[in-house]
Structures are given as C-alpha cells and as structure tokens.
C-alpha cells in the first residue's frame, strides 16, 4: 500500500477514516505495516463536510485504491507538439474561470514551475547583460494563467544565441516582441525567474519546439481562449467547451486517453468482481472463435474425406477449400487438401500444403509421410525433364525430413549415379563441340568470307598493274580513304559497280587507297562509286564496326588532309560548318558543282546507310567528305534533334538540304526511320521527294558517275596548275 | 435461450404477493437483476475486447429498455446480448453475432466447447438480431448517447493543470475518477443525470477519496467546470454511485 497516499487520505478525513479503515482492512497484511505510521499523522481535521458514505467506501476499497498496481497510467512522454488540428479541446487555464487570488496563483506558480518549462512573454527591457520579460502565460503541458501576475525573468545574454554574424545579439532584439523562452532556473525562494532561448533547457519531450522571437499566431491556443475568456465575462467553461471544435470529435476520446496514459482496454474496476486477474483468457472471444473455428474446419474436412474415399475428388477439395477459409492453415485439412493435390498429380501444389502444415504442426506424422512420398515423386518427374540438381535438392530434402523413407534413399542413389554419367557425357560433348565451333555460321559472316575472297582475288589482280599508283593520287587516295572507311556494306553493289566501273584511275585509286590503309583491309572493297547495297541485316552489324572506323578514322583522315589546302584545314577544323562555307570551300578545291558536289558527298554518305537510294559514286572532296564523315560522327552520336536543327540550317539549299537529308549518316535503322519520319513531318522534304530525288539519283548517278571521273580529272589538273604556280612564283 | 437460469427470477416475481414489503422486494430483486445484467454486459465488453465508450452505450440502452418495459415479459439476458451488438454499431466498434453468441455461451457454461454450427446456434443468432430490431423501436431509434467520458477526460485536463504535477502523478486520479464512471453504469444512475454531472462526481469522489486540495478561487473548480450543479446535487449522485457498490455485495 502506498504510504504517502494513505498518509494524505487520512489527514484528509481525519480520525474517523482511520478507525473505519483499521475496521475493514483488518485481515489485509499490508495496511497492518502501515498502521502504525498513520496513527501518527492522524489529526482531527475540521471538515465542513462530513461524509460517511464515501469513509466507507475508502475503508472498504482501500486495498484497490491504495495499491501500488492500482497506478497504471504512465507518464506519457512523447513529443509535445501544439496540435493545431485540436483533436480535443483545449481550454483556457481553469484559474482564470476560478478568479483565484493574486497571491495565490503567484505562490502556486512559483511552487510549481520546473526547469525546462516553456514561458512566452514579452520585452520589457533591454540591458547588456541580458533583457527583461513579463510574463504572458505558459506553453507546454503546464497552462497557468500569469498574465496579470507580473512575473518577469531575465534572460541573460549568455543564453541569447548568436544570430550568426558578430553583432551583438542583442540587437536582434526590441521591446515589445514576443518571446517563446525555457526555464533555466528558478529562485522560488526570491521569486526569481532565469530563462534561456537555448533548446538545451527544455525538457527532452519539449526540445522541438522553437525558442525566440515568436509572433502573435503563435501564441498557445489556451491563451487566446483565455482572452477571449476575459473580455467576454458570460463566457462559461462550459459554453466553451461545447463550442469548441475538438470537443465534437469523435475521437477525442481516445486522443486523451492516451493523453493521460489511461488503460481503457484492460478492466480497471472497484467492483471486487470485475478485477482483471478473475478474467481467464480462454473465456474471451478471440481464443473461443480460434477453437470454434478448428472444429467446425474439421467437420468439413472429415467429409472431404469421406468424398476423396469414394472417389468424389471434386466435391473433396471443395470440402476442404471450405474448411480452409473457415480456418486457414487448419492442418489438417491442408494435410488432406495436399494428399489430394497429390493423388492428381499437381506435386508442387502437394508440396506447398505439407510444408504449411508442417510449419504450424511439425510433429504430423502424416503429413511427414505424404510430404516425402510427394517429393520423391516430383524428384522422378524432375529427373524425367532432366532437371538432375533440383530433383537431387527434393531428394535430400525427403530423406532429412525421414530417414526410414528407403524409396527416397534409392531415388537418390540412382540420381547421383546418373548425374555423374551425364557430367561425362557433357565433357565429351563439349569437347566434341570445340572442334566443331567453326561449322556455325550466319549468312552474314557467309557474306563477308564471299567478299573476303574476292578482295583476295582482286588484289591478286590489282597488285599485278599497281605499278603506275602516282604520287598525285595519295591526295585522291586520301580522299579515297576516309569515305570509303565508312562503307562496309556495298558488297552487292560494289560488284555491279565495280563492273560498270570507270577507268584504271579508280582502280589506281583503289589501290593506294589500299597500300594506304593495308591495316584496315576489310574497308578497302568499299569505295566511292559503288552503290549501297540491299539492306540486309548483316550490314546493320557491319555499320557499327563503319562508324567505329570512322572514329577511328578522323584524326587518321585529318592528318591527311593537312598535307592538302588550307581551306580544307579550315573547313575541317570547323565541324559546325556552314553549308555555304562548305560549299565554297569546295569551289576552291575545285570542285565544279558545288552545291551538287556536296549534295553528291552526302548523298553519298548517305547511300552507305541508307538501304533504297541506288546512288553510286562516293564523294571526291574530301574536305566534303570529312565534313560530312564529321557530320555523320556528330550526327550518330547526337540526338535527332541535333539532326533537325542541322538541317533547319540548311534550309536555302535545295539539293543540299535534300542530300543533308539523305546524307545523314545514321546509325541504326531506327533512327533512319525516325529521320524518315522526321522528314516526312517536316514536310520539306517528303517521301514523294525522296522517291523523286531517288529517280533522279539514279540518272543523276549515272552523270555523276560519268562526271566523277571527269572531276578528278579536273582536280589533278587544277592541282597540278597550283603546283606550277608555285614553282612560276618562286 | 438460456431461460433456465432466470426460471428462478421470473418465477420469484410471479409467485410473490402484492404487498407493499414484496413489491418492495420486488424492486429490489429487479434492481439485483439489472444489475447482474449489466455486470453481464461489463463483463463479456471486456472479452470481446470493447472500449469503455461501447460498453456505456449497451448498459444505457439496457437501462433504457427497461425503463419502458418489464422484465416478466423480456428476457433480460437476450435484450442485454442485443444491446451489445446494437452498442458496437452505434460506437462503431463492430462485433460480430460469433463472437457475442460464443462468449455469452461461455459465461453460462463455463468452461465448455465452443457451440456447434447447428440449429441451435442459428436460432440465437436469430434471436439476438430480432431483439435488436425490437429494441430499436422501443426506443424510437433514439440509441445515441451523450456520454460522461469526454466531459471527464476534458475535466481531469484542467484539473491537472491546477495541480503541481507530482502531485498529480503520484496519486492515481485518472485511474479512480476513469474506474468510478465505468462502474457506474451497472445502475440506472448512468442515464437519469446528465453527462457533466457524472463526470463531475466521478472526478470530485476521485479527488476526495486521496485528499487532494485543490486550489480555490472565488468559486470552487466544480462550480467552474458546471455552472448549474450544487455541492447537494454531487453528493446525491455519489451515494446513488456509491450504493452500487454495496448492490455487488448483496448481488454476487
């Protein structure tokens, strides 16, 4: 029994209580100890009110209420936090509607603040060595009414914090603010009040709360109800309570349970029949309806039974289903649901009912049994799909669950016998395979050893007459070199044209081109004039390796180009050329049809990837063509968008922007299409066009074909003229 | 239906005489049933794991059935099941018939198996859910309450503020005041006052069994807490509570 408590009861009620509790508790052991002490404290009290009824009530129940168990609320001591949302009601502080005394409330305060307690006040005075705060009310849990107590307390400047820069915080500052401050220490004595904007002198549940400068929404809510409260005097307790939102929550109910740490769910009673420890577990309803469900679950799988015996298999399982959602994981009518699964064959369904059962019931000795039969069972199956180390798992698993299970045992042995022949067998396989590797082969890869071939035929050929390669035809070689880098895939075409190929000066070309670039070898087939071929899905493979060359290939190709013109260095350097700079820069290299030459070049480059254009002849300029192989890296690595605007740049140029179009080197079939997309919604440059432009290519292709040999013919000449120059000059 | 064990009730009231000392134990023995019901009611909440707001709620529409009607013509323990399911939908803490079928079985038979899911069973179910409906109508569907609950949380919140907080926190208020409302509701006492009236009575009989002071201002805190309830009033209500406990003594 609680001594203290006792103690106050009794002085309380004075000598009368004593007696009756001395009458009534008599047998209990504990009131005998503290007997003693309380006829000590026991002084007559002079009570205005004497109350019989309620002594012996207390006599009576006194071994409940004095009990140290009797206690169960806990403190609670979560997060304090002003609930805006008001899930309760919150009212002004009740010594406000008491109109208790000035001194009274000041005694009261002061006897009962703690350090760490919240105070909001206001400014009053600003010293060096702090400043000066009345009073306003109190925030936290402990709501008191002090406005018109005048109760100032000093916050000196050491618990000011910094505002960061190196002024004084002070300043920060006025009179008159409002600030949200904690309790640092209490003179009760002197009535002194100490406080602090440090969070470090709060209470731990209070730490979240901001210290400092507040403004007047932040005030508590209990003090604003408070005011409201003093202007308007008929405002009662109750009116305010009843208007108040949270009162009308249903919920409040629980929220201050909580609250006040009330137990509402265990029988807290001072009826001597209602205490909690006469309560059995077995008589609530929880543990009645588990055992309730459990037997009527079995009724139903006794008659899935009873229809499995038969041979009813359908209405079985539905009996069992029944059971199951009566009581789910009933064991027994997953063991029976299990052996049925079992019997018609659907094994991993079997499987996962046993183990159910057996996890709620790992001593069923059926369900053990059933367990490893149907494991076995399902090891053979796996065996059967050759699936050797799962149906090995299953049989271990079977024997760990009952070693007597000899099936199991054999099962196994066999298993692993067969294992080990199959292991043999694979390595002898795969031995087997290593030789045959080469054998496997796709169309493509067919492809190209065709080609690789003929490359070897005709260099055969070519190197018998390479005697008369000119030393004029390395910068034609040059420009040879860098275009055809990017053309792996004119396999086809490269034969029809070769046929209807053009003079001995191509094939000189072909040939410095190649002793040039002997390393890349695979390349040298693929040259300007030869047409694309069919897009076949070999050369979609082939363009990746074409672009890596590519990469590969420009710093190769710009080197090249040094030992040429200066306008190529400078076309070259740009890679965000103008079309007309291009265009111009070509004219200076001689070639005659600008525009068209550079429509040619990227038309060009645009025939090794693109599958429909028939167009043959690859680009001469190879500042063109660099541009355009810059142009084409670009293009491949950049967006469509970045395509876009490059040909939105292009717009004067009608050939030009129909060849950019076309000449746009693309990557992936899919971005071809997209660009075909692109240009069909651009609108510009439609399909018709496209189309057109490939029935004009092709008589174009002709006249270039013609042309081309004509225009390097024209540039040798040209350059051969420079050089005279040169030498005139000097 | 479990008439068995009122046979003897019922038949007590028949067999008795019409004089005044007999009616007078008439009334008493009504008083006595009522409140072995409601202890009943108590009881199977706390099993079926009701808050006490529910629990409330059935003793006070069992309370106010028979204000209206007699227990000759009603079984009081049918009604009582019947209140606890209507109780749980009005609080909306809703039980199933299962559960209150099955623990009120077990509260006649102790220690038995649980019932069967036969006829029998159905037909209490079916009992319980026309009982339901019958005692709906005769109370006009007018089942929810205002109760003292939330008037005695608010209160022991302003209260507790007046108070220095060791104080309060040795000395079990919440739990007393929170233990004296629920066990008020084995009387009739629950629903023949007003809610702030309970709750203040429940709270002041808290304080005054420790010997609590409050502090005093020009008016008492009781007085602020309910402006229209006297010291007298409280302290009728504290005996007519009070008396309850006593009723166990004589009852169980």
């Known amino acids: 029994m609680d001594r203290d408590l006792l103690r106050q009861a009794v002085s309380y009620h004075g000598q009368s209580l004593f007696s009756l509790l001395k009458c009534e508790q008599s047998e209990n052991p504990d009131f005998k100890q503290v007997a003693l002490d309380l006829s000590k404290s026991v002084n007559q009290r002079d009570k205005d009110d004497d109350s019989p009824v309620v002594e012996q009530f207390i006599a009576r129940k006194a071994d409940l209420l004095f ?13 304090w936090q002003e609930d805006l949302r008001e899930p309760f009601a919150v009212m002004p502080p009740l010594e406000q509607f008491m109109e208790a005394s000035y001194e009274e409330r000041r005694e009261h305060f002061y006897r009962d603040v703690e350090r760490g307690d919240i105070v909001i006040g206001r400014i009053t005075s600003i010293r060096d060595f702090g400043f000066f705060v009345v009073l306003l009310c109190t925030a936290g849990d402990f709501e008191r009414d002090v406005e018109d ?9 050491r618990d000011v914090p910094s505002t960061g820069n190196h002024d004084d915080p002070l300043s920060y500052y006025q009179i008159g603010d409002l600030i949200r401050a904690g309790v640092k220490d209490i003179d009760r004595y002197h009535e002194k009040l100490t406080i602090s904007l440090y969070s470090s002198s709060l209470a731990p549940n209070l730490d979240r709360i901001k210290l400092g400068v507040i403004s007047k929404e932040d005030l508590p809510l209990h003090y604003i109800r408070g005011e409201k409260v003093a202007n308007d005097s008929s405002e009662t307790y109750e009116r305010l309570l009843d208007s108040s939102l949270g009162f009308s929550n249903p919920a409040n109910v629980d929220v201050l349970i909580g609250k006040l740490g009330i137990n509402d769910t265990q029988s807290t009673s001072l009826m001597r029949g209602l205490q909690s420890k006469h309560f059995m577990e077995d008589d609530f309803a929880s543990a009645i309806r588990k055992k309730q469900s459990a037997s009527w679950a079995l009724k139903c799988v006794k008659l899935g039974v009873d229809h499995f015996k038969s041979g009813r298999h359908v209405e079985a399982m539905n009996e069992y289903n029944k059971a199951l959602e009566i009581d789910t994981n009933n064991v027994e009518a997953l063991v029976a649901r299990g052996a049925l699964y079992a019997t018609k064959g659907s094994l991993m369904k079997a499987i996962d009912d046993f183990e159910l059962a057996l996890e709620s019931c790992p001593t069923h000795r059926n369900a053990k049994k059933y367990l490893c039969q149907t494991l076995v069972e399902r090891g053979g199956q796996l065996e059967e799909e050759e699936k050797l180390v799962t149906a090995e798992s299953l049989y271990k698993k079977a024997i760990s669950l009952d070693e007597t299970f000899q099936e199991a045992e054999e099962a196994l042995r066999k298993l692993q016998m067969r294992i080990q022949k199959t292991l043999k067998l694979k390595a002898e396989e795969a031995s087997k395979e290593k030789e045959k590797q080469p054998t496997v082969e796709t169309s493509a890869e067919k492809l190209r050893k065709i080609l690789k071939e003929e490359k070897r035929l005709k260099k055969k050929r070519r190197r018998s007459d390479s005697s008369s390669v000119s030393s004029s035809d390395s910068d034609c070689s040059s420009v040879d070199s860098s275009p055809s880098s990017s053309r792996k895939k004119s396999k086809k075409r490269k034969h029809k044209r070769r046929r209807s190929s053009h003079g001995s000066k191509k094939h000189k070309k072909r040939v410095s081109s190649r002793d040039n670039r002997t390393p890349e070898e695979p390349q040298e087939e693929e040259e300007d004039e030869f047409p694309l071929p069919v897009n076949i899905s070999a050369s979609f493979i082939n363009e990746k390796h074409t672009l890596a060359k590519l990469l590969s290939e420009e710093p190769e190709a710009e080197d090249r180009l040094k030992s040429g013109g200066k306008s190529r260095e400078d076309s070259r350097g740009r890679f965000e050329d103008d079309p007309f700079e291009l265009a111009q820069s070509s004219k200076t290299q001689g070639q005659h049809n600008g525009p068209g030459v550079n429509g040619r070049g990227r038309e060009t480059e645009k025939q090794r990837w693109k599958s429909d254009d028939g167009h043959g002849s690859r ?7 660099h541009r355009d192989f810059s142009r084409s890296r670009k293009d491949s690595s950049s967006s469509a968008h970045s395509e876009h605007s490059r040909k939105s740049d292009r717009p004067s140029r009608d050939d030009s922007a129909q060849s ?17 997309d692109h240009r069909n919604s651009r609108g510009s440059n439609g399909n018709e066009r496209r189309l057109s432009s490939g029935d004009r290519s092709r008589p174009s292709e002709e006249s270039h074909k ?23 000059k000097k | 239906m479990q008439a068995q064990r009122f046979a003897p009730v019922a038949e007590s009231s028949h067999s008795e005489g019409r004089s005044g000392a007999e009616s007078a134990a008439l009334v ?3 008083t006595k049933t009522h409140f072995r019901v409601c202890r009943f009611i108590i009881e199977t909440g706390v099993k079926l794991g009701m808050r006490s707001v529910p629990v409330a709620t059935a003793c006070s529409l069992y309370h106010k059935f028979f204000q209206s009607a007699t227990l000759d013509v009603y079984e009081p323990y049918l009604v009582a099941m019947s209140c606890i399911y209507l109780a749980g939908k009005v609080e909306e803490q809703h039980l199933r018939t299962r559960d209150i079928i099955n623990v009120c079985h077990r509260y006649f038979h102790p220690g038995s198996d649980p019932m069967e899911l036969n006829g029998k069973f159905w037909e209490l179910r079916d009992s319980v859910v026309q009982c339901e409906l019958l005692i709906l109508r005769q109370l006009n569907f007018q089942v929810s309450f205002e109760h003292p609950h939330k008037y005695l949380l608010h209160y022991l919140l302003s209260v507790r503020n007046l108070l220095n907080r060791h104080a309060w ?7 007393t005041a929170w233990a004296l409302l629920k066990d008020s509701y084995h009387g009739p006492v629950c629903v023949r006052h007003r809610p702030q009236h309970l709750a203040l009575t429940a709270l002041y009989l808290a304080l005054h069994t420790y010997g609590v002071q409050v502090p005093r201002g020009e008016r008492e805190w009781w007085q602020v807490l309910c402006e229209d309830i006297t010291r007298a009033q409280i302290e009728s209500i504290m005996t007519e509570l009070l008396h309850l406990y006593d009723l166990e003594a004589k009852c169980t």
Do not use: H, M
Not at chain 1, 149 to 157: A, F, K, M, R, V
Not at chain 1, 619 to 625: F, R, W
């Open chain 1, 706 to 728: 013609k042309a081309l040999p004509a225009n390097l013919l024209d540039i040798f000449n040209q350059i051969a003229e420079f050089e005279k120059e040169k030498k005139q």
């Open chain 2, 169 to 175: 926190s040795r000395t079990p208020i919440a739990e």
């Open chain 1, 660 to 676: 950019s179009y076309r000449g746009r080197p693309e990557v992936s079939e899919y971005e071809r299409r997209d660009k075909a």
């Open chain 1, 149 to 157: 107590l005048e109760i100032s307390g000093l916050c000196p400047i």
């Open chain 1, 619 to 625: 680009k001469d300029s190879s500042s063109s063509s």
């Open chain 2, 28 to 30: 008493d023995n009504n």
């Open chain 1, 67 to 79: 009990a140290p168990s009797w206690k169960t609320t806990k403190p609670v001591e979560d997060e």
